[in-house]
């Protein structure tokens, strides 16, 4: 089993997203059923936010959920991602819904934006692949504002074959790339991390302490910056 210093040395990098690669997962992420999963994420992680809160999502892929989080339309969203296409693909689908998200280039290790400029963050399926991970949460921590709280929901490594089996059934795909999914979300288990995992990398962060809740393949880990004193 990885311990927590095995995760936080540097990491081999994952396959680049880009191009042909970042349209498929586009296309596997946007089907009629995934977008019904992101609109229904997206009322229920809004509700308990208050009117106005400038929210950052990291790693937005084809920015599904960051543009359901703009569609409430009592929030102001921005999307980070390392890959241009992907900027490009999330942009765009932005523009088709008619929803103002700010898709930005740029890596989780050093955002390009200001100490304290955001009130919440979001990160979905995509901490198992940063490089260096309590980086990565120092990053979160200095964005956020006072009282703010970082999110990351992701693979847990302890998660069986057979919750694989379940989560790929429910997205709706076509038989090959429903094989294709079930067979990458096995590789992406041997990278996800554990709870215990996660703790370990909180304690070592600015964050010191985090909440993990496990459910399904998933893990949700809550990370709060102290409000000003």
């Keep these: 089993m990885k311990t927590v210093k095995d995760v936080a040395q540097k990491r081999f990098r994952m396959p680049s997203m880009e191009g042909r690669t970042a349209r498929w997962y586009a ?15 997206a009322a229920e992680f809004g509700a308990n936010l ?9 790693a937005p892929g084809p920015g ?9 339309g009592s929030f102001r969203v921005t999307g980070l991602d390392i890959s241009r296409s992907f ?9 088709q819904a008619g929803v103002s998200v700010d898709f930005q280039h740029g890596t989780v290790e050093s955002m390009p934006f200001g100490s304290e400029s955001f009130d919440v963050i979001v990160c979905q399926a995509a901490f198992k692949n940063f490089i ?3 980086k ?21 490594h302890e998660s069986s074959g057979a919750a694989i089996d ?13 094989f294709m ?14 709870s215990a995992q996660f703790e370990g990398l909180a304690a070592d962060s600015a964050f010191r302490t985090c909440s993990v809740q496990a459910e399904g393949i998933g893990l949700e880990v809550r990370l709060q910056k102290p409000a000003a004193s």
């Design 27 to 41: 296309q596997i992420r946007g089907t009629a059923i995934q977008r019904e999963v992101y609109r229904r994420q």
């Design 50 to 58: 208050p009117t106005g809160a400038d929210i950052l999502e990291v």
């Design 64 to 72: 599904f959920f960051a543009i359901e989080l703009a569609r409430l």
């Design 87 to 95: 900027v490009d693909i999330a942009s765009e689908n932005a523009r």
């Design 132 to 134: 260096r991970p309590i």
């Design 136 to 156: 990565a949460l120092d990053e979160m921590h200095r964005v956020l504002r006072p009282g703010g709280t970082a999110v990351i929901q992701d693979m847990n």
């Design 166 to 178: 379940e989560e790929v059934a429910r997205m709706g795909l076509s038989p090959l790339n429903a």
């Design 181 to 194: 999914t079930r067979r990458s979300l096995g590789m992406l288990r041997l990278r996800a991390l554990s």
